[in-house]
C-alpha cells in the first residue's frame, strides 16, 4: 500500500478523449491519477505517460460487469491507500434507430448501454462513497450528456443512461452531502474526440459546429477544465449541479 499523501484521482475510460484530459488536467492540479482502461492498455499507457512526475497508476476493468466495476474501486484503495475523486467518464453509445433496429439489436443495445453507463458508474459510486464515507468525504463526478435532454433519437439507450446518470447524481448528492461527499454531473454536446472525428469530418460536421452560436464543438480541455474546477476548487456547494458545456448549442430551462 501506498504511503503518498497526494489526493487519489480514478477516472474511469481514461485511454483518450475527455478521460485522458481529464487525467492531465488532474495531474496538473496535483492529484494522483488512476488511469482506467477497458480494452485500450496501448492508448492509457499514452495517458499515463502524458501525465509527468508522481506515482500515476492504470488499471483495467470491464464497467458493463458490476463485479468488476466494484472491484476496481477496491483494487485502486489497497493500492494508494485513499481514494479522493472518482470521475465516471466511460460509457458507449450504439446506434440502435428504432425503425431500423431488429429487437435482438434493440435489446441488446438497451443491455449493453445501462450496463456500462449506468450500473457501473453506479457501482463504482458505491464502493467509492462508501470508503469516502469512513475517510473524511471526497468529489465524485458524474459525465453525463446533452443527450439526457434533448434525446438521442438513434441511440435511446444512451440518452436515457445520461438521464439515469443525472438523476443518480442529484440523489447521491443528497444522501452523500451530511458526509462531506460532494456529487455533480458535467454534460458536454460534441466534443473533438476520436470517437466523434468521422462525424465531424463528414457531410454532417458543418451542420454539428453550427449548433453551437461558436460555431465549432469543445474541445477536450475544456470538458477536463469543469472538471477539475469542482474536483479541487472550493465548490461543495454546486453539490447535486449539472452543469451544461455545450457551447450553447442545447439551452434548457
Known amino acids: 500500500m501506498s504511503t503518498s499523501e497526494s489526493p487519489v484521482a480514478l477516472i474511469t475510460g481514461a485511454s483518450r478523449g475527455i478521460g485522458r484530459a481529464v487525467a492531465v488536467e488532474l495531474a496538473a492540479r496535483g492529484l494522483r491519477v488512476v488511469v482506467h482502461y477497458h480494452r485500450d492498455l496501448a492508448g492509457a499507457e499514452e495517458t499515463k505517460a ?11 476493468a470491464d464497467l458493463g460487469d458490476e463485479n468488476q466495476a466494484r472491484s476496481l474501486v477496491r483494487r485502486v484503495i489497497g493500492e494508494t491507500g485513499r481514494l479522493d475523486v472518482v470521475v465516471n467518464n466511460a460509457a458507449i453509445y450504439d446506434l440502435h434507430p428504432i425503425a431500423e433496429a431488429t429487437w435482438e439489436e434493440w435489446s441488446t443495445a438497451w443491455r449493453k448501454t445501462l450496463a456500462t453507463n449506468l450500473i457501473g458508474p453506479a457501482a463504482v459510486l458505491y464502493e467509492a462513497a462508501r470508503h469516502m464515507m469512513e475517510h473524511g468525504g471526497g468529489r465524485i463526478i458524474n459525465i453525463s450528456s446533452r443527450g439526457a435532454f434533448r434525446g438521442e433519437p438513434d441511440a435511446p439507450a444512451y440518452g436515457a443512461s ?13 444522501a452523500l452531502g451530511p458526509h462531506g461527499i460532494f456529487v455533480y454531473a458535467v454534460a458536454p454536446g460534441w466534443v473533438e474526440t476520436d470517437m466523434a472525428a468521422p462525424h465531424l469530418a463528414g457531410r454532417e460536421g458543418d451542420e454539428i459546429r453550427a449548433q ?11 470538458i477536463a477544465h469543469t472538471v477539475g474546477f469542482l474536483a479541487v476548487d472550493d465548490t461543495e456547494y454546486l453539490t447535486g449541479s449539472i452543469i451544461d458545456v455545450n457551447g450553447a448549442s442545447y439551452l434548457r430551462s
Not at 502524458?50 to 483495467?60: D, K, N, R, T, V
Not at 445520461?162 to 443528497?174: E, T, V, Y
Not at 453551437?212 to 475544456?222: D, G
Open 50 to 60: 502524458s501525465l509527468g512526475l508522481g506515482e500515476h497508476l492504470i488499471e483495467q
Open 162 to 174: 445520461k438521464a439515469g446518470l443525472n438523476a443518480l447524481s442529484q440523489s447521491m448528492a443528497r
Open 212 to 222: 453551437s452560436p461558436l460555431n465549432r464543438v469543445a474541445r477536450p480541455e475544456e
